[in-house]
Nanobody, 116 residues
Framework: VQLQASGGGLVQAGGSRRLSCVAS????????MAWYRQGPGKERELVTS???????DYSDSVKGRFTISGGNAKNAVDLQMNSLKPEDTAVYYC???????????WGQGTQVTVSS
């Protein structure tokens, strides 16, 4: 199974960016899809997640600005990022989990840089 993330780039503060992540090589559906990020000199942190039933969760730092979408029998997850701030600068990683078997897969990361 491979996860391919895309959509990163340079954006000005206040702008928007959409990240996408697609899984290939799996014949099963994932139970949880999520986006993490790791800023310069920081630990990787959970940004948002979505369950297969559509329930979502967001970190306080992005709530109201970011929207995760995906699941629904599609092995793909997007992250719409609005009102971006310089502190959102990070490498963004997608992750997909399958409860059965404890399977966890990571994408390769995509850099998002927000200029002030």
């Amino acid at each position: 199974v491979q996860l391919q993330a895309s959509g990163g780039g340079l954006v000005q503060a206040g702008g928007s960016r959409r990240l996408s992540c697609v899984a290939s090589g799996s014949d099963f559906m994932f139970d949880v899809m999520a986006w993490y990020r790791q800023g310069p000199g920081k630990e990787r942190e959970l940004v948002t997640s979505i369950l297969n039933d559509g329930n979502t969760d967001y970190s306080d730092s992005v709530k109201g600005r970011f929207t995760i979408s995906g699941g629904n029998a599609k092995n793909a997850v997007d992250l719409q990022m609005n009102s971006l701030k310089p502190e959102d600068t990070a490498v963004y990683y997608c992750k997909m989990n399958r409860f059965l078997g404890g399977l966890r897969y990571w994408g390769q990361g995509t850099q998002v840089t927000v200029s002030s």
